[in-house]
Nanobody, 116 residues
Framework: QVQLVESGGGLVQPGGSLRLSCVAS????????MGWYRQAPGKQRELVAA???????NYGDFVKGRFTISRDNAKKMVYLQMNSLQPEDTAVYYC??????????WGQGTQVTVSS
């Protein structure tokens, strides 16, 4: 079963940028659709972005145009470049790995706080 570890979260001012990273421990990384989800206190977990092995992407409406998801299949990593961050982006960000027919895997999460 794939294991995921996120990093790169932290405190940033409004308008600032952060780059999140997620490394996957699996020999079949290319078989997974990778994604980033986030969950703010008192809210449901929501999709931020997802990317297939071939590079096709899907973004949540609230982040489209500000965030960019990418992956490096050789390094078994997925990234989330976040620009123009806003206070409402404050949440725990989770890395996700989805393979058809299998239970999805989740990382432990990394905190992103946007505040002056």
């Amino acid at each position: 079963q794939v294991q995921l570890v996120e990093s790169g979260g932290g405190l940033v001012q409004p308008g600032g940028s952060l780059r999140l990273s997620c490394v996957a421990s699996t020999s079949i990384f290319g078989m997974y659709v990778m994604g980033w989800y986030r969950q703010a206190p008192g809210k449901q977990r929501e999709l931020v972005a997802a990317i297939t092995s071939g590079g096709n992407t899907n973004y949540g409406d609230f982040v489209k145009g500000r965030f960019t998801i990418s992956r490096d299949n050789a390094k078994k990593m997925v990234y989330l470049q976040m620009n123009s961050l806003q206070p409402e982006d404050t949440a725990v960000y989770y890395c996700n790995a989805h393979r058809s027919g299998y239970v999805a895997a989740w990382g432990q999460g990394t905190q992103v706080t946007v505040s002056s």
